[in-house]
């Protein structure tokens, strides 16, 4: 008998009657011997249109209204999900975040979560209780409601897999596992049965959205394994018909490259002949730093005789025009003759915990590209990863050419 926390997202609970097939998995898992405590996102689409009436009040300075908004949806999902289970014949009931004893710190829209009291919870559990946990919110100290930025209910559902010392957290979902790469870009993409902690986290910062940041990290912390399956098929988590998070071993270190991941929604900024001497980067990215602009990739070229060297760095889309304007404002203090930017970049990762002891990733990547006229603006790299920044319009053919390049699609790569 295991105890394990399965969480459903927005489309697994998108109306009434998906609402009902999710209890049925879970009366599946109890049917098997386990014991299970659930929790659920708000039905999909509630949570953006929640979002949308608060934009439309003029001056929305109170961020905790916000919160106490926007994670209504959950709310509605637990009590739909509890009476769904009772129909079952179970006993069942729904949990906020408050009532659970979730805390989380005062960042309103994004909060971290701080502790995790459920011992009433893990109570009811003990006596047969179905638990179903509204996902994505908790309460501070002032007992404010809060939320744990879009995407939470995966952190909640892992942080509860935690306090509960869970033998599994499965992430019900709409796609069937984690992906060697987008299969709406390569076909031949293929579910990975494994995946490391490392790796996942590489992929979730990387713009593979199946699974929020936060979560990863979590899961990684207490090593709490992680399955992402799939809603719409038969198979229940216990089958392990999805992707498991799990620790890294040793066979999978054989495979260099695990997944890739790619990130259209980038921007580079190039500052050109500023002085190579200390002090100049913190100029240029303490401005930045203050006005909230997440910095990525960051390269300067050798210096030129003259002492004068560039720079270039990448941000997200959406914050290029205000960055850009922070960098003319701080132009007398930083001192470059000209700016330059890139608004059409896209980010390509090759992800892998094999590449610690193996050579020659990034060669084979570089000639890869190079076979298809795909020019290289940015190249980074760290232990497992190794990313290149190129012309978004060749996102498609880079992905294809290294998903092959790599042997990805050939079998099963977990
Ligand atoms: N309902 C929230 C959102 O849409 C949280 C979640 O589903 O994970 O972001
Ligand atoms: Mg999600």
């Known amino acids: 008998m295991s105890l394990i926390v399965m969480k459903f997202g927005g489309t697994s609970v998108g109306d009434v009657e998906r609402i009902k097939k999710a209890a049925e998995k879970v009366v599946s898992e109890i049917q098997q011997g386990h014991k299970v405590a659930v929790v ?63 805390h989380t710190d005062a960042f309103y829209g994004k909060a971290r979560i701080k502790d995790i009291q459920a011992s009433a919870l893990r109570q009811r559990l003990e006596w047969g209780e179905v638990a179903v946990v509204a996902g994505f919110q908790g309460v501070n100290e002032e007992d404010r409601i809060t939320t744990l930025g879009r995407g939470g209910s995966d952190t909640s559902a892992v942080a509860l897999a935690v306090a509960l010392k869970a033998d599994r957290c499965d992430i019900y979902t709409d796609v069937d596992g984690v992906f060697t790469t987008d299969p709406r870009i390569v076909p031949q993409a293929t579910k990975m ?6 790796e996942m986290l590489e992929l979730a910062s990387l713009g593979a959205k199946v699974l929020q940041e936060r979560s990863v990290e979590m899961a990684m912390r207490f090593r ?62 303490a401005p930045l730093a203050r006005a909230e602009i997440n910095v990525d990739m960051i390269v ?15 941000i997200a889309r959406e914050d290029h025009d205000r960055a850009f304007s922070v960098l003319e404002k701080e132009k007398g203090s930083i001192g470059y003759t000209k700016l330059l930017s890139l608004k059409n970049v896209a980010k390509i990762s090759l992800v892998g915990i094999g ?54 699609g050939e079998e099963d790569a977990g």
């Open 193 to 198: 049965s494994r995946v490391s902690y490392e």
């Open 224 to 285: 709490m394994p992680v399955q992402v399956l799939s809603t719409f098929e038969d198979a229940v988590g216990s089958a392990l018909p999805g992707t498991l998070v799990t620790e890294g071993t040793l066979d999978m270190e054989d495979k260099v490259v695990t997944g890739i991941a790619y990130s259209r929604n980038e921007a580079q900024i190039t500052l050109v002949r500023i002085a190579d001497k200390p002090g100049v980067a913190a100029k240029i990215f």
């Open 300 to 314: 300067q070229t050798a210096s030129r005789d003259d002492g004068s060297t560039d720079l270039s760095f990448t």
């Open 355 to 408: 590449m610690r002891s193996h050579a020659g990733v990034a060669a084979k990547m570089f000639e890869t590209l190079a076979a298809k006229g795909i020019n290289i603006l940015v190249i980074e790299t760290s232990e497992i990863n190794t990313s290149v920044l190129i012309a978004e319009e060749y996102t498609e053919l880079a992905l294809r050419a290294l998903h092959a390049a790599y042997g990805l």
């Open 40 to 102: 659920v996102s708000a039905m999909a689409g509630v949570t953006d249109r929640l979002e949308g009436y608060c934009s439309t009040m003029a001056s929305q300075t109170d961020y905790s209204e916000h919160d106490a908004v926007v994670s209504a949806g959950e709310q509605v999902t637990a009590g739909l999900m509890a009476l769904a289970l009772q129909r079952h014949g179970y006993k069942a009931r729904s949990w906020q975040g408050w009532q659970l004893g979730l």
